[in-house]
């Protein structure tokens, strides 16, 4: 019973990620892919992408810092955050990504981009939290519950 | 399993298709593996370029297809792609989570098969087999293309007295089909065929670069390499296709040197393909070196690039003979007026592969074909061609590959001494393919001319129209030659000369960029080999170059090349640039 509600429930977070616009079609893709040979898939790839997404965000910060700021550099983080976070299909980082990037091009707006960013990391910290919390509740759950999906 | 799908299971093609993810993200690194697992491919993953191409020449014929980011830190994907492309002759798809038109016209430009924007669908994933089964059919359409150019070139050549190089296209295409059709059922099936993949190792490119310097740039042609080579397993599907990628090659590495080079400052950032004859500014690189090659030689380039729009890597054979012939009409026409690089439009030569971002050193038109493409440097091409680059415009409207072709023609100048090396009566086209060849082999220097004429083209009588062709070809050889070997550039560089195409400084250009490129693959003396002899050009029959010279070089449209040839060009010579590290 309780095991059920917790699927339920599970569920439900599940769907209000994409209803809230926090994850897109990527997502079910990664859940797709999940099957037998590797049961924690989703998990496994959302954790890798918060491992190695730090890290240029570290390199975005410390850009951000200079001055005056090297748009171009700044540009080619934001390319691969950007092509990092439509991995596990994080939409509202990626829409700041993009924003981002506008900012860049336009290369005068410094303002623009410091609080795009802040902005960005934002919604990238919020979206972890959520993702973590719905792993474990999936753990707890039991192992069929990671994804709404498994397939072979 | 060596050879095609060597797979177990290739019953059930494509299972098993072998294929090799390059991606710096390691986020998408694992969701790419574990996707084309689930399409029963036999995977690879690797993080860095560098990896990657190690990989890849370690295990010659491993690997089926190649799919690659755009944007990784330690090399351009891009040039990954051409170097695959020239190494090994892979299909290679381009990934990017930037679907910008221009990135991916470069992508497609570069030889990428397919362009796909990320995220990445599996489905997507499913069909990538169908690049590969379509490379091997285009291959066979490519060489039956040469063969056709050969004719054609034949016919329009003037003075198409290299008759070795024609050969009949038609005798060679039947047979080509006929064994290609005959490789490609058996290569699905039980990889027996040797032809299923021919993997460039260093020796083989080198016999190749050997070959066709010993040919002679000019008159070099699949069907003579092949023979000279001496390879029995090696198919003249094989060597053309390589000979093509070697063309570009250079003329990319021309590009480049073109650049680094500064020769008239001839900037042409984009050649607009649509005015092929002025832009090319390649032309005026080579007359750099030449500094009487310069003259003559037309690049050609743009003429490429017009051409070239449409046809891509593949069928810039075809399209450089037909630029060839107009060079060469071009180019005899006036030396002094390289604009009449119109005929350099025809060169369809898929500038794709030339990333010209070097700007073409104008050269002088007028320069009389002289690029003596001798090894030496020995400007022979200085002799009579003053090119006029007027270029400095016109390389603004050369085609990106220009800037190789500039580079190239500093080489030459070195060498011109004969002029007339660059004899490219008639072959001009031919010529400025051979260049190429030239390019390796100018590991001494003479890189950086046009190439062709310094190995081969010893005896340009650049007068004509030949001139131009000769750096047009570089072009796929840049992107070539980085993995094959220094195939003899016998750039019948001398064609060129004697066609006076202003090229010759054109052809320079393109050399150079290739230089540094063919340094890296053609190790050494392949250079210093193909460049001292006479580059012959071949004739334009000989499609082969034709398609290689980077038709930038070609451009006739030297409307106003002037290319400063001044064989002061600091075309950085091939020898040591074409082998990527």
């Given at each position: 019973?309780?095991?059920?509600?917790?699927?339920?429930?599970?569920?439900?977070?599940?769907?209000?990620?994409?209803?809230?616009?926090?994850?897109?079609?990527?997502?079910?893709?990664?859940?797709?892919?999940?099957?037998?040979?590797?049961?924690?898939?989703?998990?496994?790839?959302?954790?890798?992408?918060?491992?190695?997404?730090?890290?240029l965000i570290?390199n975005i910060d410390q850009a951000l810092e200079r001055n005056p700021l090297d748009f171009n550099k700044l540009d080619n983080y934001m390319h691969q955050f950007k092509g990092?976070s439509?991995?596990?299909?994080?939409?509202k980082v990626k829409a700041e990504c993009t924003q981002f990037r506008e900012y860049c091009k336009a290369g005068n707006s410094e303002g623009r981009c410091m609080r795009t960013f802040q902005q960005l990391k934002?919604e990238?910290?919020?979206?972890?939290?959520?993702?973590?919390?719905?792993?474990?509740?999936?753990?707890?759950?039991?192992?069929?519950?990671?994804?709404?999906?498994?397939?072979? | 399993?060596?050879?095609?799908?060597?797979?177990?299971?290739?019953?059930?093609?494509?299972?098993?298709?072998?294929?090799?993810?390059?991606?710096?993200?390691?986020?998408?690194?694992?969701?790419?593996?574990?996707?084309?697992?689930?399409?029963?491919?036999?995977?690879?993953?690797?993080?860095?370029?560098?990896?990657?191409?190690?990989?890849?020449?370690?295990?010659?014929?491993?690997?089926?297809?190649?799919?690659?980011?755009?944007n990784?830190?330690?090399?351009?994907?891009?040039?990954?792609?051409?170097?695959?492309?020239?190494?090994?002759?892979?299909?290679?798809?381009?990934?990017s989570v930037d679907g910008e038109t221009s990135k991916?016209?470069?992508?497609?430009?570069?030889?990428?098969?397919?362009?796909?924007?990320?995220?990445?669908?599996?489905?997507?994933?499913?069909?990538?087999?169908?690049?590969?089964?379509?490379?091997?059919?285009?291959?066979?359409?490519?060489?039956?293309?040469?063969?056709?150019?050969?004719?054609?070139?034949?016919?329009?050549?003037?003075?198409?007295?290299?008759?070795?190089?024609?050969?009949?296209?038609?005798?060679?295409?039947?047979?080509?089909?006929?064994?290609?059709?005959?490789?490609?059922?058996?290569?699905?099936?039980?990889?027996?065929?040797?032809?299923?993949?021919?993997?460039?190792?260093?020796?083989?490119?080198?016999?190749?670069?050997?070959?066709?310097?010993?040919?002679?740039?000019?008159?070099?042609?699949?069907?003579?390499?092949?023979?000279?080579?001496?390879?029995?397993?090696?198919?003249?599907?094989?060597?053309?296709?390589?000979?093509?990628?070697?063309?570009?090659?250079?003329?990319?590495?021309?590009?480049?040197?073109?650049?680094?080079?500064?020769?008239?400052?001839?900037?042409?950032?984009?050649?607009?393909?649509?005015?092929?004859?002025?832009?090319?500014?390649?032309?005026?690189?080579?007359?750099?070196?030449?500094?009487?090659?310069?003259?003559?030689?037309?690049?050609?380039?743009?003429?490429?690039?017009?051409?070239?729009?449409?046809?891509?890597?593949?069928?810039?054979?075809?399209?450089?003979?037909?630029?060839?012939?107009?060079?060469?009409?071009?180019?005899?026409?006036?030396?002094?007026?390289?604009?009449?690089?119109?005929?350099?439009?025809?060169?369809?030569?898929?500038?794709?592969?030339?990333?010209?971002?070097?700007?073409?050193?104008?050269?002088?038109?007028?320069?009389?074909?002289?690029?003596?493409?001798?090894?030496?440097?020995?400007?022979?091409?200085?002799?009579?061609?003053?090119?006029?680059?007027?270029?400095?415009?016109?390389?603004?409207?050369?085609?990106?590959?220009?800037?190789?072709?500039?580079?190239?023609?500093?080489?030459?100048?070195?060498?011109?001494?004969?002029?007339?090396?660059?004899?490219?009566?008639?072959?001009?086209?031919?010529?400025?393919?051979?260049?190429?060849?030239?390019?390796?082999?100018?590991?001494?220097?003479?890189?950086?001319?046009?190439?062709?004429?310094?190995?081969?083209?010893?005896?340009?009588?650049?007068?004509?129209?030949?001139?131009?062709?000769?750096?047009?070809?570089?072009?796929?050889?840049?992107?070539?030659?980085?993995?094959?070997?220094?195939?003899?550039?016998?750039?019948?560089?001398?064609?060129?000369?004697?066609?006076?195409?202003?090229?010759?400084?054109?052809?320079?250009?393109?050399?150079?960029?290739?230089?540094?490129?063919?340094?890296?693959?053609?190790?050494?003396?392949?250079?210093?080999?193909?460049?001292?002899?006479?580059?012959?050009?071949?004739?334009?029959?000989?499609?082969?170059?034709?398609?290689?010279?980077?038709?930038?070089?070609?451009?006739?449209?030297?409307?106003?090349?002037?290319?400063?040839?001044?064989?002061?060009?600091?075309?950085?010579?091939?020898?040591?640039?074409?082998?990527?590290?």
């Amino acid at each position: 019973m309780e095991r059920n509600q917790m699927r339920r429930q599970l569920a439900l977070i599940r769907q209000s990620f994409f209803d809230q616009g926090f994850l897109d079609e990527q997502f079910i893709q990664l859940e797709e892919l999940q099957d037998d040979a590797n049961p924690n898939f989703v998990e496994e790839v959302v954790t890798l992408y918060y491992r190695d997404s730090s890290r240029l965000i570290l390199n975005i910060d410390q850009a951000l810092e200079r001055n005056p700021l090297d748009f171009n550099k700044l540009d080619n983080y934001m390319h691969q955050f950007k092509g990092s976070s439509t991995s596990i299909g994080a939409k509202k980082v990626k829409a700041e990504c993009t924003q981002f990037r506008e900012y860049c091009k336009a290369g005068n707006s410094e303002g623009r981009c410091m609080r795009t960013f802040q902005q960005l990391k934002k919604e990238y910290a919020i979206l972890k939290r959520k993702l973590e919390a719905y792993f474990q509740q999936a753990r707890q759950a039991g192992p069929l519950e990671t994804a709404c999906r498994s397939r072979n | 399993m060596e050879n095609g799908f060597s797979s177990p299971r290739s019953e059930s093609f494509p299972a098993g298709l072998r294929v090799l993810v390059v991606d710096d993200d390691p986020t998408w690194l694992k969701i790419l593996e574990k996707m084309l697992k689930k399409c029963a491919y036999d995977v690879t993953t690797c993080h860095l370029a560098r990896e990657a191409l190690n990989l890849l020449r370690e295990r010659k014929d491993g690997y089926d297809i190649v799919i690659s980011d755009v944007n990784m830190p330690d090399m351009d994907g891009f040039k990954l792609l051409e170097h695959v492309g020239l190494e090994m002759d892979l299909p290679v798809i381009m990934m990017s989570v930037d679907g910008e038109t221009s990135k991916v016209m470069k992508g497609v430009q570069h030889g990428a098969c397919d362009y796909l924007l990320k995220p990445i669908r599996m489905k997507e994933l499913r069909n990538i087999w169908q690049h590969v089964f379509r490379k091997k059919i285009h291959e066979i359409r490519d060489i039956e293309h040469e063969n056709i150019d050969i004719i054609q070139m034949s016919r329009n050549g003037s003075d198409l007295s290299d008759d070795g190089q024609m050969y009949c296209g038609e005798d060679y295409n039947s047979k080509k089909r006929k064994d290609f059709d005959k490789n490609d059922d058996k290569d699905f099936g039980d990889h027996s065929t040797k032809k299923h993949r021919v993997v460039w190792s260093v020796d083989l490119h080198q016999k190749f670069v050997k070959a066709v310097n010993q040919i002679g740039f000019d008159k070099v042609g699949p069907k003579k390499i092949l023979d000279l080579m001496n390879v029995q397993w090696l198919t003249r599907e094989n060597v053309a296709s390589h000979l093509q990628k070697y063309r570009l090659y250079l003329s990319r590495l021309q590009k480049e040197n073109d650049l680094k080079a500064s020769f008239g400052g001839i900037k042409h950032s984009d050649f607009p393909p649509k005015d092929p004859a002025a832009s090319y500014g390649h032309q005026s690189s080579i007359s750099l070196n030449q500094n009487d090659v310069a003259n003559g030689y037309q690049f050609c380039g743009s003429n490429f690039i017009a051409q070239d729009a449409d046809t891509k890597n593949h069928e810039g054979d075809l399209k450089i003979v037909s630029e060839m012939t107009e060079i060469k009409r071009t180019l005899t026409a006036d030396v002094s007026d390289p604009q009449k690089a119109r005929s350099s439009k025809s060169f369809g030569h898929s500038f794709a592969p030339l990333e010209t971002e070097a700007s073409y050193p104008a050269f002088d038109s007028t320069n009389p074909p002289e690029f003596s493409w001798r090894e030496n440097t020995e400007t022979q091409v200085k002799k009579e061609l003053k090119p006029h680059l007027q270029l400095e415009d016109g390389y603004s409207q050369l085609p990106p590959h220009g800037p190789q072709h500039q580079i190239q023609m500093n080489q030459l100048q070195s060498d011109p001494e004969d002029t007339s090396v660059l004899s490219l009566t008639g072959r001009d086209i031919s010529g400025s393919m051979e260049i190429k060849p030239l390019f390796t082999e100018f590991k001494s220097k003479h890189v950086s001319h046009v190439s062709p004429t310094e190995s081969a083209i010893d005896t340009f009588p650049v007068q004509t129209k030949s001139q131009l062709i000769n750096h047009q070809s570089f072009e796929p050889i840049s992107t070539v030659i980085s993995s094959t070997k220094p195939q003899g550039f016998n750039l019948s560089i001398t064609d060129l000369e004697s066609s006076q195409s202003n090229l010759t400084s054109a052809s320079d250009p393109n050399f150079a960029p290739i230089n540094e490129d063919l340094t890296v693959w053609l190790q050494g003396d392949y250079y210093s080999r193909n460049f001292g002899q006479s580059i012959d050009f071949i004739d334009y029959d000989d499609p082969g170059f034709l398609a290689e010279v980077p038709f930038y070089l070609y451009d006739p449209l030297t409307a106003d090349f002037q290319c400063p040839i001044d064989s002061t060009t600091e075309c950085p010579i091939v020898d040591q640039g074409l082998f990527i590290a």
